[in-house]
């Protein structure tokens, strides 16, 4: 009997082994074509750029490119700002606007998708708020806050609170009803299962959008900088298209491309340790 139970837990090694250097592999194979993709892009560019089929000075290539952003480390000209202040105050910015509207929406989402009261509450204020979109909050919230931190923080706060709550709120609502049921037979209350139930089951639709706000955040923390703001990746984006600067626009589109990138990855590893049971 010893030696069955040995090799039994044996055989579950191994398979966990396999399973695990299968998944690496599978990992590994989709980053090296995560790459190729990027360098395949690149490589059109450049080729694009040099032809000739598109003029100069309508696109730079991806050497210029780089140049611009070495030299941009250190020249703040022609926007006034060097790269490294520009994006610092960009991401200040974005990441407060982001995670304000994390503390607010998805708490908010949670209990107007367990709670029906609190729903009929909050949902013809928030149904209201919906479909406005967020850059016609600029003009309001100058008024209210002038150019500054506040202010456009406020602005990327209203971009990235609606997918927040409603996929939280999404999420929530389509609990399994049979967990729930299983959860009242045990006698736990409404809270507990909302706690240990309903939340967990929540969050793979909570952090799909989660991934959709901070796109929102950067979309709309660029228009609030191109209208009102004195640096920023938006702003040097407005001054690169003030001085006829092509190469200034593209540093600043690939700069926030880059930086979206490396939030997503962060965001994906968070969800990854989160819904590690997924795995399982």
Avoid: H
């Amino acid at each position: 009997m010893e030696q069955d139970l040995d090799l039994k837990t044996i055989s579950n090694e191994e398979r966990v082994k396999l399973i695990q250097a299968q998944r690496k592999k599978e990992q590994y194979k989709s980053s090296m074509l995560s790459i190729a993709g990027v360098l395949g892009f690149i490589i059109f560019w450049q080729v694009i750029a040099i032809s000739g089929l598109i003029e100069s000075k309508y696109l730079s290539t991806p050497i210029q490119i780089v140049s611009l952003f070495i030299t941009k480390l250190t020249n703040p000209n022609p926007d006034g700002a060097v790269i490294g202040v520009n994006i610092i105050s960009s991401l200040t910015i974005a990441l407060s606007g982001f995670g304000l509207a994390i503390i607010i929406g998805i708490p908010l989402g949670l209990f107007m998708g367990w709670y029906r009261g609190f729903d009929s509450f909050i949902r013809p204020i928030f149904e209201i708020i919906r479909p406005i979109p967020p850059v016609s909050w600029i003009p309001l919230t100058i008024v209210w806050l002038g150019i500054g931190l506040k202010a456009k923080a406020l602005i990327v706060f209203f971009a990235a609170f609606v997918p927040c709550l409603i996929n939280s709120y999404a999420g929530i609502r389509s609990t399994s009803e049979v967990l729930i049921n299983v959860a009242k037979t045990c006698g736990a209350s409404n809270f507990t299962i909302f706690r240990k139930i309903g939340i967990p089951s929540s969050m793979v639709l909570t952090f799909a959008g989660i991934k959709v706000a901070i796109g929102n955040a950067w979309a709309t923390l660029v228009a609030a900088e191109m209208l009102a703001s004195s640096s920023g990746l938006g702003y040097m984006i407005l001054m690169g298209r003030q001085f006829g600067r092509v190469d200034l626009v593209i540093l600043g589109i690939v700069v926030i491309g880059v930086i979206g990138t490396l939030i997503s990855i962060l965001i994906g590893m968070l969800e990854n340790k989160v819904l590690g049971w997924r795995k399982l």
